[in-house]
């Protein structure tokens, strides 16, 4: 089993900048793909970012491109969103999920991760 917790998140006001933090435990075999969804109030989970276990394959969602960065410390067993620019329509709960180990790359589906954090709320204020 991964555990997965997330923190970082917040109320802000528009235009400001958050930084949402995964921390992963459990299995020692963490050579996976990571990334961040998130479930707006009254909408389906969405995708938001994702990054392969090198870092070297990265994927936004259209909305959040040149506003969002992704990165990860595997040393640390930790990921990381670094959210700026940010707007009312980026309001949610943001997961932090991870795929099974050994799948390196990422992907934009939610059934392709096996483990998710508990979320953490998100709150962007016009």
């Known amino acids: 089993q991964v555990q997965l917790v997330e923190s970082g998140g917040g109320l802000v006001q528009a235009g400001d900048f958050l930084r949402l933090s995964c921390a992963a435990s459990?299995?020692?075999?963490?050579?996976?793909?990571m990334g961040w969804f998130r479930q707006p109030p009254g909408k389906e989970r969405e995708f938001v970012s994702g990054?392969?276990?090198?870092?070297?394959?990265?994927e936004y969602a259209d909305s959040v491109k040149g506003r969002f960065t992704i990165s990860r410390d595997n040393a640390k067993n930790m990921l990381y969103l670094q959210m700026s620019a940010l707007k009312p329509e980026d309001t949610g709960v943001y997961y932090c999920a991870a795929r099974s180990s050994g799948i390196v790359l990422p992907s934009t589906l939610g059934d392709a991760y096996a483990y998710w954090g508990q979320g953490t709320q998100v709150t962007v204020s016009s």
């Open positions: 459990g299995r020692s075999d963490n050579r996976r793909a």
């Open positions: 990054i392969s276990w090198s870092g070297g394959s990265i």
